[in-house]
């Protein structure tokens, strides 16, 4: 199962593996259920997650039922409890919408619920997250999510992110670190060979690699940024109850 899925993250697109993952990994989460680990989005409990990742996936990370992955579990749990995203009907923004999050955060926020992607054929909008067609202060939450080491200038991004923020409007917009994290993030337009960018960068469609200075490339672009570590103030039972990540800071933006 790690090699199928490294095989297929590696060389299919992410726009057809959106296609037909959920259907096929259901099937297979058929085989997976039990009782050692639960996704806290579906409340269905598993004998253990599916492996994932491009070179060599990590054990017990994907939920075959949701498509969660060990971040997405950390945020459902950090919205739920942390937030009034589930007690409110708020106006959304989701750009490159995880399919774990889509259906939920649509039941929940309806119409005012907006996916929207370059690509995805499950978005409802598709844009340009550096040029996004929506008017100043529009939004009350956004989230972007591992969407900034692909983009050309992710100031420009952000900043747009925060333009259509309303006052007081907030957000979650992550991005992967690989260890050793630098001290600044670093980028070269000039590596071009697939394998050196993914040496360099830790994939071959990055064109950056984040650093210890990621909160204040937020904060240029204009927001207050919070830096959660969520993980360290939940029950210690829950790591390994939900599979979650062990070392991941939620950056929580905000609009003053």
Known sequence: MKQIISFVLRNIPRKYIQRVS?????????????????????????RKFLPYGRVNPRPNALCPDTLSLERHR?????????????????????????????????????????TADLESPLAKVKMDVHDIPFDDNTFDVTFC??????????????SELHRILKPGG????????????????????????????????????????????????????????????YINEIPAEWIEKYALPKDEIIYLVQKA
């Open 170 to 229: 907030w957000g979650i917009i992550q991005v992967p670190f690989f260890p050793p994290i630098p001290d600044e993030t670093f980028e070269d337009d000039t590596i071009t060979n697939p394998k050196e960018r993914e040496k360099v960068f830790g994939q071959d469609d990055h064109v950056r690699l984040y650093g210890k200075d990621y909160p204040d490339r937020l904060r240029k672009a204009g927001f207050v940024v919070k830096e959660e570590d």
């Open 74 to 114: 950390l945020i459902w749990l950090y919205l739920k409890n942390k937030t009034n995203f589930f007690t409110e009907n708020l106006k959304v923004l989701h750009v490159a919408p995880e399919q774990c999050f889509m259906k939920y955060f649509e039941a929940i926020h309806k119409e005012n619920y907006i």
């Open 22 to 46: 959920g259907i096929s990994l259901k099937i297979i989460g058929l085989f997976y259920r039990g009782d050692n680990v639960y996704c806290p989005i579906n409340e269905k409990g598993y």
């Open 145 to 158: 999510n591992h969407v900034m080491e692909h983009v050309d200038n992710d100031i420009k991004a952000m």
